[in-house]
């Protein structure tokens, strides 16, 4: 998966970043971090959107009961392309922003990121700088200031009204 990974990233490349307002918001995230931090409210709050929908990676074990919300390295098959139906048309949605909310690397987070169909990815600094369109340098347990910083960059290049 990891070879494949890195030649999708290799043709990735040359993507552009959409100059289209935000309004709908794609966040892939960590199980640790979605389960202690209310990410999709403070998204509401601080950027006043209201489309937005969450997928967090959590590692597979057989005691998971299943859910929309969660994905797994289960959930990919051998080549790293999701197959779990409604993770899939999570990836394939076409959001304005898509928020990497993950601050270590992961190989299927980072691939979720990766085969996400959305126009405008943004994510913590460190993790993977070819993923995203924009990186922000914050620690994930700071959610306000990462989504203050991440405002005023969106203002800034026309994707958010102030």
């Known amino acids: ?3 494949q990974f890195k030649k999708l990233l290799q043709e990735e490349e040359y993507r552009a970043a959409s100059n289209e307002e935000v309004y709908t918001v794609g966040i892939i995230a960590s199980y640790e971090i979605s389960k202690w931090l209310k990410i999709e ?4 709050k601080i950027l006043t959107l209201g489309n937005i929908r969450i ?3 959590r590692p597979f074990s057989k005691s998971n009961v299943s859910s929309y ?11 790293g392309e ?10 394939d949605e076409p959001h304005d922003l898509l928020i990497g909310y993950f601050n270590k690397r992961n190989i299927y987070l980072e691939n979720a990121v990766l085969h996400s169909k959305a126009k405008f990815k943004v994510g913590f600094s460190k993790v993977n700088q070819e993923l995203y369109d924009l990186e922000i340098a914050e ?3 700071n959610i306000e200031s990462f989504l203050l910083e991440l ?9 958010l009204k102030n």
Do not use: H
């Open 151 to 159: 405002k005023k960059y969106l203002v800034v290049l026309g994707k």
């Open 69 to 79: 919300k969660y994905f797994s390295e289960k959930d990919f098959n051998w080549k």
């Open 1 to 3: 998966m990891k070879k």
């Open 82 to 91: 999701p197959k779990k139906t409604a993770f899939k048309d999570f990836i």
């Open 55 to 57: 997928y967090s990676y």
């Open 41 to 44: 409210d403070e998204v509401e």
């Open 139 to 141: 620690f994930p347990t």
